[in-house]
């Protein structure tokens, strides 16, 4: 599986049959040029929206005929085994910016989690549903979703093979959210990478946990 970080939540997922997830999508541009990453204007078979935030939720410039995932469930597209988890985008449960998705995506024998703008950590209910995971895709900025300790803690009750931070401060994104080197200091198994995709199989993951920091894609 590919994995292509677009910038902010956004990522591209393609198997090596080619079935193309697009999740979390951003209007380029939003928020008065605040999020000033590039229009994602890439085909998918498959769009995951975790909430109908701007910059959570914008599909008008994706390409192909694609299934969207925006509601709690389990579903199958093109083999693709998808789990939406019911969270929220704050910690008062939802009541200062309503409800996320945390999506559940299995497929070549990878399970790979995107929490969306997760507000919160997990409670034991929550981490039993999620079950065992190999890629966690996770906000780090703080201010509108978990903060780098907040992260942390998500990823430690997690235990995935490789945690891809997203949603922090960079040149492109002007939130008043702090950047990703807040998450990675003082952490082992750090990379930072110079590329905005990975490959992984289930067979290739690292023996040991490890952080990957990719370089935005537009």
Wanted: proline letters at 5%; a neutral charge.
């Amino acid at each position: 599986m590919k994995i292509k970080w677009y910038g902010h939540a956004a990522f591209n997922l393609t198997t090596e049959d080619g079935v193309r997830i697009i999740i979390d999508p951003y209007l380029s541009g939003a928020f008065g040029g605040a999020l000033s990453y590039g229009k994602i204007q890439d085909e998918a078979d498959i769009v995951l929206t975790s909430h109908d935030h701007d910059d959570h939720n914008y599909t008008k410039d994706i390409k192909g005929k694609f299934v969207i995932v925006n509601s709690a469930g389990q579903t199958s597209i093109k083999g693709i085994n998808i789990r939406a988890i019911p969270s929220f985008h704050d910690p008062s449960k939802g009541n200062e910016r309503g409800k996320n998705l945390i999506f559940v995506i299995e497929a070549e024998g990878l399970k790979v989690t995107h929490v969306g703008d997760l507000g919160h950590t997990l409670g034991k209910d929550t981490i039993k549903e999620i079950g065992a995971i190999d890629i966690l895709l996770v906000p780090v900025g703080g201010f509108y979703t978990i903060d780098p300790k907040e992260a942390t803690k998500v990823m430690e009750d997690l235990k995935p093979a490789v945690t891809i931070p997203m949603h922090f401060k960079t040149e492109k994104c002007n939130f008043p959210i702090v950047s990703v080197d807040e998450f990675i200091k003082n952490k082992k198994h750090v990379k930072k990478l110079n590329t905005s995709e990975v490959v992984y199989k289930k067979d290739t993951l690292p023996k040991e946990p490890e952080i990957v920091v990719l370089k935005y894609a537009l």
